[in-house]
């Protein structure tokens, strides 16, 4: 696969946040998550659960529930108080709307959408109107003291059971009175010990669940306040609950980071008798699972360490593939990190801060594997704040390593890095021209005199960049049928000829910058993008798909390659397509132009075209064993694919120059080590 | 059949020719049973009366049994599939309701195929709706009424967590679930298994080793599981968080089943038998033969009615099954005379420094049984090699003295001190008192003479006796090379000999009066055990792999009784056990049985005993009692006493031919002279010598004479030292004396294992023409 000098960079503090809450589309293929920090992510199942939207978060802003309501407005509420819907074309808060009630604990929406309920740390449930536009307060529902930590509605939306401390209660949607309510108590040798009811779901034959801080899932008869079944599922808190829609199935989510399924079985074959069972146990997590969602071929959970599993049930599965999948999300789909090749600096975006970083040198060389000893260390140069409650959306170095641009919500800045000797300086450029924030992605051209800007509506704006610090607005792009999602992808030509940008809508638009004209429109296709590039030499248009299929668009022929249709002619490896995680970046390699550079989380690959394809019964990942045999029978068992899984969590990847390669990695342990401390459990045999 | 109410045996009912693999109620008549063996047949019992009430004959092989209520006349079997070696298949088998005993069953047709042979991997649902088998990592699932068959199958990946291989199933009674056991420890409860894909289960896990048996409860609301933990788990409404235990049920749990009424459960374990390591003693007390029991107790054996009086738990620790943990175990047991005292020593083997604790019990009368007086931890440096207490019966408690040898080249004299500690329950307590050592050789064994006045102590090749008062070394006897394997003092008459016998293969007989050596005989004694009621000593010994049992007084060299060819094993260990009350025996060479009866444990663990009854005499209230041991697979030696009566009664076979044989031998009165005066009225072996010779010349044609004692021959001390000096000499001559060419022809034809003796021959030989 060639030999390269690495720079094994594992010098990115990223902490990811904990997810706070999931909330699946009703009918619908969508997953809304938000995140400790505020963040809100929408993961698009159709695109095989690509993260297809991020809300970047906002420190004023807390997220404690989520709801979908009307088709596909997004709701969000939080202990701020406010009710906030976001807008998910231009991935920012549209309105938000005072609760009145104090902080919000829980939101749900009723079946129809078209109310929300809220349950507030007063002890009231307020009922808001979901009008077009925004939300109006309806009433309030009967109201006792006691936090309402969670509420739900019952399947035809005439009640709404809500979760408080030691008791659940009922109430009626039309009178607003409370019409049942259930002490949940727990008491061991008399002494009576505060018991929480962390999730509750109300199925519509009448059956409330709940799960409370002592570990049961308990199983309640509405109307007459019995209790019907009980079971105790940890010793731990049991936090968070979710119902299938054909309510056939439950997934609970623990404070141990394991989570239960329950299945509602026949007692007997044929027999109408059905129960509650308990079946499948999982244990993905280490810390508190928050939240957890049902859909309806995936069991899906997140927890405060970060993770995002998607554990598809196996029985609806028609054939083992890709969607069979288990999925583990922990970093996001997109870049955090920026390179200057030339200049050899690294930039880091935090939620709140960048980093600026000089990568080490060494001036000896070595074998294969060999660790060889740094002349310099890497060096912090410059860390850049944020002002603001607002958190970066996207940030980028030019390749010459003098300019850094970084945005957030309300405000884009550029900076002008000026490094002399040891010292370095650093100078907002003044005057930014007003551009339609907030930018999603941030693209400089590779001779640094021009910054592109995706924006809104599918809009892309170029800067001129003037010397010694200054800027100016050349020209916007548009794409000719329009379209109202934001672009949140860029690619530029080496030659600074070409401009590539995919908006929401997948499509990808292709414009020439010599003359500032529209160039053509890339055939579409019906999955998220998630890489794209542009060779240096041929200017083929190299794109990486959800669904992990390989394309290349030739731009000045304005078609598929001959390679691309080849590819799809004869069909990528099984093993390549049944990777549960996408690429995130593509490169090129300028002196060998048949190469092609990807890396997805777990792997780094190099294509190379001039090989042939591996068939299915080929092994995809044959570096191990190609190093053990013989030249003649090694270039037999040569194929495009050259694969290396040695960096994990490879976050990014590029090519420094012809035979330097940088690797940003993230061990998992190292951020573990800064999260707050997982319950003590006693393992058998320690 | 047992009793539940009462613990005791009802019933036995034989009549299967071969193992019986499977016991059924029969469902529709709760007073019958059906029964299924190796030897192809089933039988229908009325177990109350024990009668036999049908015979199936089948043909093949039945390997397990299972009765169904839904079925109206037919039953399951599991039979070996016909040209296929080692696969096995689930058969029905229809039982003809035709009159008569004997009836041939051969409508058989095949429910399940390939399911495994052990009857614990199948189990029958909900109201024989179902059936389910395990086998390996697949598990079965097959529908009677829809005829449809569901295959499930784990991962048969072991990892270092898990490995997903069955080991038993089990049906709820009510509902379609399936609990199943894995060999890491899981149990699997299995729901919605008609459908082929939307199947589920969930995982209880407690168990840290293979899940030996499972059984539901009548109404299915809990599960009971069992393994090598010894603690049988009962798990509520299949919860993994709410289970209640039964731990130390002293062994592995092999199977676990429910009464009817859900009152009672039942566990059958793994046998047993553990390595006995504390040798056989026994208790002056209640006469039951003393030893290892469950790990870490001592069980208290009542041999009379083959039952388990008690086990006494002197490890006094949580037995804790892990493989490669090494568990303390007890290892010396010995009693006092009048059974009030009890030491043991308990040491665990850990390779950097053994653990030792000697502890002392004393018979608490009240609770009626022992209670610990004193722990005396690392009583030696290294492992303990013998214990005695000083037998006294007439004497009091304050004389009472417990000797320990040790490998630490050191024995230790512990005594009874007067406590001072106010705050001790206890007014006596026990301290050490001296310690002796000689030369720094490893002491291996001690012994105090019957009057309590002499103690020996035998280190390697040495023995020493010692003034039991003042702690002098009053003398020493050795006779090198061999190492001291045994001592014992003789007992009332013959109190004055000391007898020792060592490995290199002779057994000594010092009179402690001459502090010389009496006699010795060429004898490779590997036990050595004295009757504590009479003057008798058993010595078994092991030559050219088979033990052979040797009766003497220590007065008179000359055995009393001599049994060979015991048995194949070697024997470890011997025990005399006192008689409730004298047995009457006609046979003068059974008189020493009189009083007390030898019991002697194998290699193999097989406990045996020595009988006088004839075999007719044994078999007939033996029979019986054979059936019930086999039966009786809990008591912990019932199956080694059932095993071993039946080869009792071989041996009482092999007796009487020694016996014939031995008569034969002795119609040379030569011989019979040599062997039967005492050796020190003998004349002198010159002169003994050509009658002697004179009888083997004649035993050539005879044959009868080469079957002369080999290993008996007791001469006395003096001619073995004579031919000692001697022998250099007669091979050196040999060559001119025509008797002794002729003996070289004869010689020839006698076996390897009598050239030693023919030596001795030519040495007596040679005496005999210096003579002249």
């Not at chain 2, 055995?559 to 470890?572: A, D, G, H, S, V």
């Not at chain 2, 009658?691 to 044959?703: C, G, Q, R, T």
Request: hydrophobic fraction near 40%.
């Amino acid at each position: 696969m060639g030999e390269f000098e690495v720079h094994r960079v594992r010098f990115f503090g990223l902490v990811p946040a904990g997810v706070r809450c999931l909330a699946c589309q009703p009918r619908g293929a969508r997953l809304a998550l938000a995140r400790t920090d505020g963040a809100v992510e929408v993961y698009n199942f159709a695109a095989n659960y690509f993260q297809e939207k991020i809300i970047p978060g906002n420190e004023a802003r807390s997220v404690e529930a989520l709801c979908w309501a009307a088709g596909d407005r997004l709701f969000g509420a939080g202990l701020g108080g406010e009710i906030a819907e976001y807008d998910l074309s231009r991935l920012c808060v549209a309105h938000s709307v005072d609760g009145g009630g104090g902080p919000i604990w829980s939101m749900a929406a009723n079946s129809s959408g078209t109310q929300l309920a809220i349950g507030c740390e007063d002890g009231s449930v307020k009922l808001f109107q979901v009008v077009p536009g925004g939300i109006q307060f309806e009433r309030n529902m009967d109201r006792r003291t006691g936090r309402i930590l969670c509420l739900s509605w019952h399947p035809s939306d005439t009640h709404i059971a809500a979760g408080s401390i030691d008791a659940l209660r009922v109430f009626n949607v039309s009178s607003g009175q409370t019409v049942q309510r259930i002490m949940v108590n727990y008491h061991v040798h008399k002494v009576k010990r505060e018991c929480i009811v962390w999730s509750i779901a109300f199925l519509s034959s009448g059956t409330v669940v709940t799960s409370d801080s002592f570990g049961r899932v308990q199983f309640w008869d509405w109307e007459r306040g019995t209790l019907q079944e009980s079971h105790t599922v940890s010793t731990s808190a049991v936090l968070s609950l979710s119902v299938s829609e054909k309510e056939d199935s439950i997934i609970v989510g623990t404070s141990t980071g394991a989570t239960y399924q329950f299945q509602l079985l026949p007692v007997k074959t044929g027999s109408l008798e059905k129960r509650w069972v308990r079946t499948k146990p999982f244990q993905y997590h280490t810390h508190d699972v928050r939240a957890v969602a049902h859909s309806s071929t995936a069991l899906i959970s997140g927890g405060l360490d970060a993770q995002l599993v998607i554990r598809p049930l196996m029985e609806k599965m028609q054939k083992k593939g890709y969607d069979a999948a288990l999925r583990k999300f922990t970093f996001p789909h997109r870049r955090l990190v920026s390179c200057a090749r030339k200049a050899r600096l690294l930039l880091f975006q935090f939620s709140q801060h960048l980093e600026l970083w000089r990568l080490g040198s060494t001036d000896e060389t070595g074998k294969d594997g060999e660790v060889l000893p740094l002349c310099r260390m890497p060096e912090h140069l410059v860390q850049l704040k944020s002002k603001g409650p607002e958190h970066i959306y996207c940030s980028c170095v030019s390749p010459c390593g003098s300019w850094v641009a970084y945005s957030t919500a309300s405000r884009f800045h550029l900076y002008r890095v000026q490094y002399k000797g040891d010292s370095v300086s650093v100078k907002k450029v003044p005057k930014v021209p007003k551009l339609l924030l907030p930018a999603y992605q941030l693209q400089f051209s590779a001779d640094s005199g021009r910054l592109f800007i995706a924006s809104a509506r599918g809009s892309v704006h170029v800067l001129q960049l003037l010397e010694p610090g200054g800027c100016k607005h050349l020209h916007m792009f548009r794409p000719p049928s329009g379209c109202p999602d934001a672009v949140y992808l860029l690619a530029v030509s080496a030659d600074g000829h070409w401009l590539a940008a995919v908006g929401g809508d997948w499509a990808i638009h292709i414009y020439n910058l010599k003359c500032f004209k529209h160039h053509c429109t890339v055939p579409t296709y019906n999955c998220a993008v998630t890489a794209l590039a542009i060779h240096p030499i041929t200017n083929n248009l190299v794109i990486a798909y959800s669904d992990q299929q390989l394309f290349e668009f030739s731009i000045p022929e304005k078609q598929y390659t001959a390679w691309s249709r080849m590819v799809q002619n004869s069909g990528l490896h099984k093993a390549w397509l049944e990777r549960d995680s996408p690429i995130t970046h593509i490169t090129f390699n300028p002196k060998n132009p048949s190469h092609i550079l990807l890396h997805d989380i777990y792997m780094f690959c190099v294509l190379d075209k001039s090989l042939p394809l591996p068939d299915n019964s080929a092994l995809l990942m044959n570096q191990s064993t190609l190093k053990q045999l013989p030249e003649t029978a090694r270039q037999r068992q040569l194929h495009a694919f050259k694969i290396c899984k040695k960096f994990q969590p490879l976050l990014f990847a590029d090519l420094l120059d012809d035979n330097c390669l940088v690797m940003v990695e993230r061990p998992i342990m190292d951020f573990k080590t800064q999260l707050p401390l997982p319950i003590q459990q006693k393992k058998f045999g320690t | 059949m047992y009793s539940v109410a009462t613990e005791e045996t009802l019933r036995v009912m034989g009549g299967h020719a071969d193992l019986v693999t499977g016991i059924q109620l029969n469902p529709h008549n709760h007073m019958q049973l059906y029964s299924s063996s190796l030897d192809g047949t089933i039988k229908l019992w009325d177990f109350m009366d024990g009668i036999p009430i049908k015979t199936f004959t089948v043909g093949s092989k039945l390997l397990a049994l299972y009765a169904l209520g839904s079925s109206e006349d037919s039953v399951f079997v599991v039979i070996p599939k016909s040209g296929e070696r080692d696969t096995f298949q689930l058969v029905s088998v229809k039982l003809t309701k035709a009159a008569g005993q004997d009836l041939e069953a051969k409508e058989v047709s095949v429910v399940l195929d390939r399911v495994d042979a052990s009857p614990k991997y199948i189990a029958f649902g909900r109201e024989g709706e179902y059936v389910a088998s395990v086998k390996e990592v697949n598990l079965q699932v097959y529908f009677f009424k829809q005829k449809q068959l569901n295959r499930f199958s784990l991962s048969a990946v072991k990892t270092k967590s898990g490995n997903n291989q069955f080991t038993c199933i089990a049906c709820h009674p009510t509902e379609d679930c399936i609990a199943t056991g894995h060999a890491d420890g899981k149990i699997r409860v299995w729901r919605n298994f008609y459908h082929k894909k939307e199947y589920t289960y969930s995982t209880l896990h407690w168990h840290h080793d293979t899940v030996m048996d499972l059984a539901f409860s009548m109404e299915g609301t809990s599960l009971l599981s069992g393994g090598v933990e010894s603690v049988l788990v009962l798990w509520h409404n299949q919860s993994d968080c709410q289970k209640d235990f039964l731990p130390r049920l002293g062994s592995p749990i092999e199977y676990i089943s429910m009464a009817c009424d859900g009152t009672l459960c039942c566990t059958l374990h793994t046998d047993n038998s553990a390595d006995v390591k504390t040798g056989l003693v026994v208790d002056p007390r209640t006469k039951a033969l003393v030893l290892n029991g469950e790990p870490g107790h001592l069980q208290f054996y009542c041999l009379q009615s083959d039952q388990q009086l008690f086990s006494l738990d002197i490890v006094q620790r949580q037995y804790i099954h892990q493989a490669g943990l090494n568990q303390a175990d007890l290892v010396k047991v010995a009693f006092s005379a009048q059974g009030k005292w009890l030491a043991t020593v308990e040491e665990r083997e850990e390779v950097t420094d053994p653990e030792l604790q000697l502890k002392l019990w004393f018979y608490d009368e009240e609770t009626q049984s022992f209670k610990l007086n004193t722990r005396i931890n690392t009583p030696h440096e290294d492992q303990i090699t013998d214990m005695c207490f000083r037998d006294m019966d007439e004497l009091e408690d304050d004389s009472l003295i417990l000797v320990t040898t040790g490998r630490d080249c050191v024995f230790k004299v512990w005594v009874m001190v007067e406590d001072t500690d106010p705050e001790a329950q206890q007014s006596v307590s026990w301290s050490c008192d001296f310690v002796g050592s000689y030369h720094n050789y490893q002491a291996t064994n001690c012994c105090f003479s019957e009057d309590g006045s002499l103690l020996a102590v035998s280190f390697e090749e040495t023995v020493t006796v010692w003034d039991s008062v003042t702690w002098d070394l009053k003398c020493t006897f050795c006779h090198p090379p061999g190492k001291i394997r045994n001592i014992c003092f003789g007992r009332l008459t013959c109190s004055k000999y000391l007898i020792g016998a060592s490995d290199d293969g002779f057994l000594c007989c010092w009179n402690l009066l001459s502090c010389a050596l009496e006699w010795s005989a060429h004898l490779n004694v590997l036990v050595l055990q004295p009757d504590p009621l009479s003057e008798h000593i058993a010595a078994v010994s092991w030559l050219s792999k088979e033990s052979s049992l040797f009766v003497f007084k220590p007065n008179e060299p000359r055995p009393i009784y001599i049994q060979r060819n015991l048995c194949r094993e070697k024997i470890q260990l011997a025990a005399f056990v006192p008689r409730d009350e004298p047995e009457t025996i006609g046979s003068e060479k059974y008189l020493w049985l009189r009083r007390s009866q030898l019991f002697f444990l194998t290699d193999t663990q097989e406990l045996m005993t020595l009988s006088t009854k004839s075999l007719q005499e044994r078999l007939t209230p033996a029979s019986k009692q054979l059936a019930v041991e086999e039966s009786l697979p809990v008591t912990p030696f019932s199956l080694l006493l059932g095993k071993h009566r039946r080869q009792q009664s071989q041996e009482d076979i092999d007796l009487g031919k020694l016996f014939v044989r031995n008569k034969r031998e002795q119609d040379s009165p030569a011989v019979k002279e040599l062997l039967h005066t005492p050796a020190h009225v003998l004349p002198s072996a010159s002169f003994l010598c050509p009658i002697f010779i004179n009888s083997l010349l004649i035993s050539k044609e005879n044959k009868s004479a080469e079957e002369v004692a080999d290993e008996v021959e007791m001469e006395s001390e003096k001619t073995e030292d004579d031919s000692d000096e001697e022998r250099d000499v007669t091979e050196m001559e040999q060559e001119d004396t025509s008797p002794l060419e002729l003996l070289g022809e004869t010689t020839c034809k006698l076996s390897k294992s009598q050239e030693k003796e023919l030596r001795k021959i030519r040495k007596m030989d040679y005496s005999w023409i210096s003579a002249f």
